[in-house]
């Protein structure tokens, strides 16, 4: 029973764009919804570099499962858009490994500068005016980065495209939930579980803004170069340290404190989440049920 928990835990994923990604164990799936109205898959085998033994190694393997996730994410929303705006999308169009690295670094920098630095600078040209205390500092620069993190959700999931892709996060979530009960991928039983999943990304990155809270605590106050430098290098040890907290409180979800700290985490996907259709959930199964079949048969090729 225990192997088959871990078995139905090893599948999450995110939404693309008019469809849902899932991750398995050996490939990850994409669906994604044609403009004619059919539901258009594709597999792919996880990238080699990121299943090797550093991944079992913690706080190692958060830095590892969060480049993957970054490399899978940004190649499903490739592919989801040209399906959805009914480009050829039976054709393997890859994206060249430079233009993916410089749309990673785009982004990577936006969301550094937006919810690291721009913090700090503003907290050290208005708040340490005032006081020169190091923690009320640090935690001051905390707290403005929640309020930035919950600003950006909140404007973002104004926008008419962006609701859709959170309708079909919602749908992820509940065909994950759907398959981690053992019950058939079927619209009726997905329908009956929650639109929060306790492994979600969003967990994870309110996880890193507390997370960091803490760490940039014991770091004092030094010269703001010096701080900047550290709200980047240190990214690396903070998502490290999150996804292991992410790791314990989804081993541990049965227990009552466990799910009690989780609360915040769960009540933060209400921004990013919303009631799917029953066309969304349709896509969000069938990119399930293609993980599912696609690690079954890689089981069998290495098993033979």
Not at 220 to 230: C, E, H, K, Y
Not at 246 to 255: G, V
Request: some cysteine; aromatic content about 8%; charged content about 15%.
């Amino acid at each position: 029973m225990a192997q088959a928990h871990r078995q139905h835990s090893a599948y999450g994923g995110q939404a693309v764009i008019e469809g849902v990604m899932i991750r398995g164990r050996r490939v990850y799936s994409i669906a994604a919804r044609h403009p004619t109205g059919a539901i258009k898959t594709v597999v792919r085998p996880v990238p080699s570099w990121s299943v090797n033994r550093w991944r079992r190694i913690p706080f190692i393997r958060g830095t590892l499962v969060l480049s993957e996730s970054l490399v899978v994410g940004m190649r499903a929303l490739t592919w989801s858009a040209q399906v959805a705006s009914g480009e050829n999308d039976d054709d393997e169009q890859p994206i060249p490994p430079a233009a993916l690295a410089v749309t990673l670094a785009l982004s990577l920098g936006l969301g550094v500068g937006l919810f690291f630095i721009l913090p700090l600078l503003i907290t050290a040209g208005f708040v340490d005016r005032f006081t020169d205390n190091s923690i009320l500092s640090n935690t001051a620069e905390g707290v403005l980065r929640l309020v930035i993190f919950f600003l950006y959700l909140g404007l973002i999931g104004m926008m008419p495209s962006i609701k859709r892709v959170f309708g079909y996060h919602a749908a992820e979530h509940m065909a994950v939930h759907t398959h981690e009960a053992a019950l058939p991928l079927e619209r009726g039983n997905v329908r009956r579980f929650p639109a929060a999943h306790p492994r979600c990304g969003t967990a994870f990155l309110l996880t890193v803004m507390i997370v960091s809270i803490i760490v940039f605590v014991f770091l004092g106050t030094p010269d703001l170069p010096w701080r900047i430098a550290s709200r980047i290098v240190l990214i690396p040890v903070i998502a490290g340290v999150s996804y292991e907290v992410i790791r314990l409180n989804a081993a541990h979800s049965a227990n009552a404190l466990v799910r009690a700290l989780s609360l915040p985490s769960l009540a933060l996907q209400s921004f990013t989440t919303r009631p799917p259709d029953d066309g969304q959930i349709e896509v969000a199964i069938a990119a399930m049920n293609a993980a599912i079949e696609a690690d079954a048969a890689a089981e069998a090729a290495a098993a033979a």
